[in-house]
């Protein structure tokens, strides 16, 4: 009996523009891998919204299916590292981008991409976190290595009330920060504070902050998804010895700042990826998302959706649009 999936395949045109349908396919289409996943959930990220309108340069081969995160049950393994019926979950590697990802029920993959689930973190929630919220976790860790801790004042995070935002600022608040919440979006404010953030801070006032390499110093901390000028003015108001994991670019790749706060203040900036990152270090932030993210916090922080309502998702998020996660429940 030929075993079959429903996926949504993407297509560009000649325009350039991307279009969806979901389709009955037969196994053999699934790529190389020596993994199969029975996929429960996968969500939707900055860079799926990029894939979903315009490929975003991410894309080599069409037609294509795109998600660059999934969670769900191992079918079939050609590996020791997992059996059938392991709880598995799939952040980055290039998948939804050079590989078919989780917008569809069955996905093959590498073994060596997959990450066991904590038993406390059911697939649903596992893509409630997602790469937004295994990738904020990895900011938290590059924070602490770092030795920024609670008592060393507060923390900024940009962008807060995105996806890597809003569990950035769940997870420090958690741990005992004092987080202050910038966001273009201050009708987002009860909702950041429910979050656990101390402090809402309008987009405009960090943004319109004097235009110095150095201001006075507050910050103990940075997570940033945003980059641009919001990342050059928050840089300068980092204290001394203090750091920022920058991990998005959601205002544009440059970087209008200066290297004031680098060689004056000793300042650290760290690059976060999670899409390349080993093993190890992915395993050790989903046993600390085990832990140290409240889960009926992330829960406020989640919408749901199907495969049939990506198409019209994807724009919004690209816009900021979107609060918080969105949970594709591909089943559905």
Known sequence: ??????????????????????????????????????????????????????????????????????????????????????????????????????????????????????????????????????????????????GVRPAAGEVLVTGAAGGVGSVAVAILAKLGYTVVAATGRPQEGDYLRSLGAATVMPRKELVEAPDRPLLSERFAGVVDTVSGVMLAKALAQVKYGGAAAVCGLAGGAAFPGSILPFILRGVTMYGIDSVMLPKAPREEAWRRLATDLPMDKLDATVSEAGLADLMTLAPKILKGEIRGRVVVDVNR
Request: glycine residues 14%; hydrophobic residues 40%.
């Open 1 to 146: 009996m030929t075993m079959t999936l429903n996926a949504l395949i993407l297509n560009q045109g000649a325009d350039r523009k991307v279009s969806g349908a979901i389709e009955t396919l037969a196994d053999d289409r699934l790529p190389a891998g020596d993994v199969t996943v029975a996929v429960d959930y996968s969500t939707l990220n900055y860079k799926d919204g990029l894939v979903l309108t315009t490929g975003g340069g991410l894309v080599r081969t069409w037609p294509h299916v795109g998600g660059i995160d999934f969670a769900g049950t191992v079918e079939a393994s050609g590996t020791s590292a997992f059996r059938p019926g392991d709880k598995v979950v799939l952040n980055g590697w290039r998948v939804g981008e050079l590989h078919w990802g989780g917008y569809a029920t069955r996905a093959r993959v590498k073994g060596d991409w997959l990450v066991k689930l904590p038993p406390s973190i059911s697939t649903r929630r596992a893509m409630a976190i997602g790469t937004a919220g295994y990738t904020s976790m990895l900011c938290v860790l590059a924070l602490e290595k770092h």
